[in-house]
């Protein structure tokens, strides 16, 4: 019954619907649950060591038979320069002051490593089957060991020519990332955020340039909004704001409370959180810093200082340095279980469709 069924059959999963991999809002619990509704299941490996990645497959693979989307980074480190971290860490004084923490204290870095050697041999070990990168694609050599596993490898185009790279570089698959997704933007070939077109726009075109099923993702979180991606010419869609508020989430009640307050015109793109351009609910920090700060260090850096201010702050309750990364779709989301809400979200889509085509 749907109109394109190239991503079903290259998944084998019962629905074109990808769970976004939500790093540091879910566990292997969301993507069990979206992967028992009909959904590909992914788990955010990004800020996971190689151990609790293999972790994590395993919990997942001994609850559902399911295939799995393992998703990494693959941006380019870049070095945080003395300089750079003394304004940072300047910038931020006052709230150390605030909570009676010594900026003196040694932290642990933020850990949001790329995709490397010792991640490929955990999926040559785990053999998922998809394996997802944000921000490009991993140096060949390393996508060709993943390519080699069998697994389809996809990727986030945020403008047609980053889509038209992806494919001329080994992607099976282009996830056409509108402006309206929450999270980091996945631009490797750009840095201009003001230029970043919406799903809407952005989707056709990505259609009409490459050859390999296109996803879209990207103000997505009902039926209305898959129909609207097919009826775009995508072959599947990702969401990720509307499981934010499922009870398998990771999410804080705290910041479960602020999602669920959120608003069509509540969400900003933002660099104060981690260094690079990301779309969420504002936060303390990020309203009275940002929401894009000159002063913000080159990602991942600019996370680190904001740890030990983050875990006061939610000793508390509070969410003032809490990520709150979301889309502009937030308020869509539900507080139902995930399989409930994928199964929703499928048969809404379908209906829809289903009208459109009659």
């Not at 944000?134 to 047609?160: C, D, N, W, Y």
């Not at 080994?170 to 070939?189: C, P, S």
């Not at 726009?201 to 099923?213: G, S, T």
């Not at 979180?221 to 775009?232: K, S």
């Amino acid at each position: 019954m749907w109109p394109d069924r190239r991503l079903i059959d290259l998944f084998k999963t019962e629905f074109p619907i990808v769970l976004a991999p939500i790093a540091g809002a879910m566990d292997a619990k969301l993507a069990i649950a979206a992967a028992k509704g009909g959904a590909l299941g992914s788990l955010p490996c990004a800020m996971l060591s190689a151990e609790k990645a293999r972790e994590q497959v395993n919990i997942i693979r001994q609850h559902v038979s399911a295939p799995i989307n393992m998703n990494f980074f693959s941006h380019k480190p870049r070095e945080l320069s003395a300089e750079a971290e003394a304004r940072w860490k300047q910038r931020l004084a006052s709230y150390y002051a605030e909570y009676g923490l010594d900026p003196a204290t040694p932290i642990a870095a933020a850990n949001r490593a790329p995709f490397d050697a010792a991640f490929c041999e955990v999926v040559e070990e785990l053999r998922p089957e998809v394996v997802s990168f944000h921000f490009g694609l991993p140096e060949p050599k390393l996508l060709q060991r993943v390519k080699a596993t069998g697994a389809v490898v996809m990727s986030s185009a945020t403008i047609v020519k980053e889509a038209i790279w992806l494919e001329e570089n080994g992607a099976d698959v282009v996830i056409a990332q509108g402006a309206e997704a929450g999270g980091h933007r996945g631009m490797f070939l750009t840095e201009n955020v003001a230029e970043q077109p919406g799903t809407f726009a952005l989707v056709p075109q990505v259609v009409d340039a490459v050859k390999v099923p296109v996803i879209a993702a990207g103000g997505i979180a009902d039926g209305r909004g898959i129909a609207a991606a097919f009826a775009l010419g995508a072959s599947g869609v990702q969401i990720g704001s509307a499981y934010l508020r499922c009870p398998e989430s990771t999410v804080s009640p705290a910041a479960r409370l602020a999602l669920a307050r959120a608003g069509d015109d509540t969400t900003v793109i933002t660099n104060v959180v981690t260094g690079r351009p990301a779309r969420g609910v504002p936060n303390r920090v990020m309203r009275e810093i940002g929401p894009i700060s000159p002063d913000a260090p080159a990602f991942p850096h600019a996370a680190t200082p904001l740890g030990p201010l983050k875990a006061a702050a939610e000793k508390q309750g509070k969410v003032d340095f809490t990520n709150l990364f979301a889309g502009q779709a937030i308020a869509l989301g539900r507080e139902v279980p995930a399989a409930e809400l994928t199964r929703d979200l499928a048969k809404s889509a379908l209906a829809r469709l289903k009208a459109l085509s009659g």
